[in-house]
């Protein structure tokens, strides 16, 4: 079955760690993104690649890093400059020119102590 | 830069009843795509229902039809015959095709259904 995997759903990292949220896609899509969910926020950008090796930088890109290696694979590095990395983190893809829909994947809960 | 409003941060409404959510948007562009999506419990995101900005007539999927007002920049989401299982966060996100090529998404609506 085709579709978007996010991994893992929960992951608790001690402050001042890096941690690197996974999200692989088998819909053949050229673009992927990345969401940050807090709660009364909606979802907030943070990068988004519409092309292997390109990527741009979202609303709220500072404390994140991207690659896009692989049409495949958009994995997500929190680094320890992000001040409050606590959230929940939607990994989407979507054919490119939006005339379908973004496909999310479950989402993974981070939780820095 | 786009931006998408939800003014409602939490509706309720009566079983078999009919709903309706709120959403505006801001653009310059003459050629997006506008989206609902549900967010229930689990988290998932599903999509509900998609409008292409060209095409004048509102769509529609089974119990859900938007009201697409173009000019007014407004996408609003109606919800007939409400059933306990769409008591979830809604979202209304835009696509644009002009350049930026990304989803922006509005802060939610979160739709109670009582019994």
């Known amino acids: 079955d085709g579709g978007i995997t996010q991994s893992p759903k929960y992951l608790f990292r001690k402050e001042g760690q890096n941690v690197t949220l996974s999200c692989e896609q088998n819909?053949?899509?050229?673009?992927m993104y990345w969401y940050r969910q807090d709660p009364g926020q909606g979802l907030r950008l943070i990068y988004y690649?519409?092309?292997?090796?390109?990527?741009q930088k979202g609303d709220i890109a500072e404390g994140y890093s991207v690659s896009r290696e692989k049409k495949e694979s958009f994995p997500l590095t929190v680094t320890s400059a992000q001040k409050n990395p606590t959230a929940f983190y939607l990994c989407a893809s979507s054919s490119f020119g939006g005339d379908t829909e973004a496909f999310f994947g479950q989402g993974t809960r981070l939780t820095v102590v | 830069a786009q931006t998408v409003t939800q003014s409602q941060p939490e509706m309720s409404v009566q079983e078999a009843e009919t709903v309706t959510l709120s959403c505006t948007y801001d653009?310059?562009?003459?050629?997006?795509?506008l989206f609902w999506y549900k967010q229930p419990p689990s988290r998932q995101m599903i999509l509900v229902i998609r409008q292409e900005a060209y095409k004048q007539q509102n769509a529609t999927e089974n119990r859900f039809s938007v009201n697409f007002q173009k000019a007014a920049k407004s996408f609003s989401l109606k919800i007939s015959d409400s059933q306990l299982g769409d008591a979830a966060m809604y979202f209304c996100a835009y696509y644009s095709t002009s350049g930026t090529y990304k989803y922006i998404f509005g802060t939610g609506t979160r739709l109670k259904v009582l019994a």
């Open positions: 819909l053949n899509h050229d673009a």
């Open positions: 653009t310059s562009e003459s050629d997006y795509y």
């Open positions: 690649s519409q092309i292997v090796n390109d990527f």
